[in-house]
């Protein structure tokens, strides 16, 4: 008989490391890779799932940062 830690070895989706902040019905990392979001995305649905969970009002700073730095990329590549 195969034993929790069995599987998690086989099926490395079925785990997480440190902690049970993204303890939902689909992993963010799930969710990103079948949407083909871009690392900025992938990152702002990242803290965004976990910040009640987690880091609070740093992950929500975290959020703001990736959204400014999105945005001064955008402005970069119009001139």
Not at 29 to 47: A, S, T
Not at 52 to 62: A, F
Request: aromatic share 12%; with cysteine.
């Amino acid at each position: 008989m195969s034993t929790k830690s069995d599987l998690e070895k086989v099926f490395p989706s079925e785990r997480q490391e440190g902690g049970d902040h993204y303890k939902i019905k689909i992993q963010p990392f799930h969710f990103v890779m079948e949407n083909n979001l871009n690392f900025f995305q992938g990152n702002v649905i990242k803290y965004v799932v976990r910040y009640q969970k987690k880091n609070g009002i740093e992950d929500l700073k975290k959020i703001i940062h990736y959204c400014e730095l999105e945005i001064e990329r955008l402005r970069n590549n119009k001139s």
